[in-house]
């Protein structure tokens, strides 16, 4: 029964959608709460973070994380070289927008679900009966992949940038292999180190990445045409709004090409999820988050193709460019443009630039790891669960991202398109782990679904459906190598469906092997009722408490 001290905390007027709603049991407060943890316990987790983030601090992590220009500085090989100037011009306005209706329809389940585990819990509490556990383990095993993977191909990227600005400064240095990968797991434990740290510090800190991406944006969209040592200066517009300007750079049909260039924009605009997977630190979450969210998405769109339109009107020889003897397209861009001293100048703020994105991806890793290990999820759940007493935050789960950087990072020594493959899982894995709590939503749930405070109202069906569609459209489309039939070796094949698939089938072997036994999903770790009876079972979990439920009954 309940204690005099206890409250019991009603989902159904916190505009909440709840594991509890599986059961018809509610949680149980013995404290005052403010309406952050209320809503948090009513999800069924108790509040273990500091609430340090606002929506700023929420926004300054997920826009460090797209890091537009250095983003697009490390995925120019994929637009500019599939489709050329025109192609990644019309191609960033296609994806970008399309992209939106997911981040739209991802903030309406972060207003109803604010939890560190995100997707992985709404998947959970979405699907239908008997399934929640499974659909769950997939969602989170490829948010995982998606992810961690995050780390590794941003401080590859920023590695090879780094040595490139020293090749372009002493012509006697040569890059090799193993050079890039000591600078990759410095970069990674350099900010490993800082990421160990308190929320407040954390939020601080990328707010200083989201000025300095900013800064560095404006300077590049204003000095790269202004200070063009090329005649004309730019280029005509029919290179860069029509036809003139598409160059097919695959062996596939033109409009497949064009497709295939979408790599760049969904890899850079994969980070707007980090607000949700932050909710727990940020305060006024069920508002704050949605609107960080989408405030990422759309300052994505209008200001990636602000670098895409300089980048096309700028640029005079594409082959050059994305096949350079540097073998970094935007620093052969930059020296292209403006010149060696000017362009090295440009290029080293890029770097800059870039190095905050690492640091954003690697803390978003961090919370990821930290939500699923706290369900038990991962190998070594345990310990990943953990938070240091002191930074109030996952510490273990901040260095176990670190390792598998570390880990990813050694297939640059297979070949090219082998570490290159970490950036379309990245974009595969993403949109699958965004796509499926998506599609219960509009296809099962029903009027199960709860919206939160924000919402889309009468649109949720109509974007839901478009988001869905989009997803099964581009995902197949990444898997594809540029080349085919003679020239398709296994140098140039695209390993994304050997790499990704492999992780997942080996997730979900374990999972019907041995995981299906105990993984029931998001375990309950705050007190509750069950038949009126108080429960502070940490393993409790949906099928758990249905069971219990059942044995009182």
């Known amino acids: 029964m309940v204690s005099q001290g206890d409250r019991v905390v009603d989902e159904r007027t916190l505009n909440v959608t709840s594991i509890f709603q599986k059961t018809g049991d509610h949680a149980v407060l013995d404290h005052a709460a403010d309406s952050d943890e209320e809503i948090l316990t009513a999800l069924g987790y108790k509040q273990e973070f500091k609430r340090d983030f ?43 927008i399309l992209i939106q209706f997911v981040a739209f329809a991802m903030a309406e389940l972060c207003s109803s679900m604010p939890t560190a585990g995100g997707l992985y819990y709404a998947a959970a509490v979405l699907a239908p009966e008997g399934w929640g556990p499974l659909l769950s383990w997939i969602t989170g095993w490829s948010n995982f992949v998606g992810l961690c993977t ?129 909710s727990e630190e940020c305060s006024n979450a069920n508002v704050a988050s949605p609107r960080a969210i989408v405030m990422t998405a759309q300052m994505g769109l209008y200001l990636g193709w602000a670098i895409i339109l300089v980048i096309a009107y700028t640029v005079k020889n594409v082959q050059d460019v994305v096949a350079g003897q540097y073998g970094q397209p935007m620093g052969s861009l930059c020296l292209q443009v403006l010149g060696p001293k000017a362009g090295l100048a440009m290029f080293s703020l890029n770097i800059f630039a870039q190095f905050f994105v690492g640091q954003g991806i690697t803390v978003a890793s961090s919370r990821v790891v930290y939500a699923y290990s706290r369900d038990g999820a991962l190998p070594g759940s345990r310990w990943l669960k953990k938070v240091n007493k002191h930074t109030r935050t996952p510490v273990n789960a901040v260095w176990f991202v670190v390792a598998i950087g570390c880990v990813l990072g050694t297939l640059m020594f297979a070949s090219p398109i082998a570490i290159g493959a970490v950036f379309s899982i990245g974009a595969i894995a993403q949109y699958i ?65 050997l790499i990704y698939g492999g992780t997942m089938s080996l997730a979900l072997l374990w999972y019907a092997v041995d995981a299906r036994k105990w993984f029931k999903g998001p375990k309950i770790n705050v007190e509750h009722l069950v038949n009126g009876n108080v429960l502070e079972d940490r393993s409790d979990s949906v099928d758990h408490v249905q069971e219990k439920g059942v044995e009182k009954s």
């Open 150 to 278: 995050g780390p590794c191909s941003v401080n590859f990227a920023l590695s090879a940038m780094i040595l490139t600005a020293v090749q372009i400064g002493n012509s006697d240095y040569v890059m090799e292999t193993f050079h890039v990968y000591l600078l990759l797991v410095a970069l990674l434990v350099f900010e490993g180190f800082l990421t160990m740290n308190s929320t407040k510090f954390i939020g601080n800190l990328n707010k200083i990445g989201t000025v300095v991406n900013l800064v560095v944006l404006v300077i590049f969209i204003v000095w790269m045409p202004a200070g063009s040592i090329n005649r004309p200066k730019t280029n005509p517009n029919s290179i860069v709004w029509t036809s003139e300007g598409i160059v097919n750079g695959t062996e596939w049909p033109t409009g497949f090409a064009f497709l295939m260039g979408f790599l760049s924009v969904i890899w850079t605009m994969s980070g707007y999820d980090a607000p949700f997977h932050l």
């Open 54 to 96: 606002s929506i700023w601090s929420s926004f300054s992590v997920s826009f460090s994380i797209l890091g537009l220009l250095p983003s697009v500085a490390s995925t120019l090989g994929y637009n500019l070289a599939y489709s050329g100037p025109a192609g990644s011009v019309w191609g960033w306005v296609v994806a970008a």
């Open 433 to 497: 782990a965004f796509i499926i709590p998506i599609a219960l939503k509009l296809f099962v749930v029903g009027d199960r679904f709860r919206p939160g405070p924000w919402n889309l109202g009468r649109y949720s069906k109509p974007v839901g459906a478009i988001a869905c569609s989009w997803v099964a459209l581009i995902i197949p489309v990444l898997c594809f190598p540029s080349v085919r039939g003679h020239d398709l070796t296994k140098l140039t094949m695209n390993y994304t469906c």
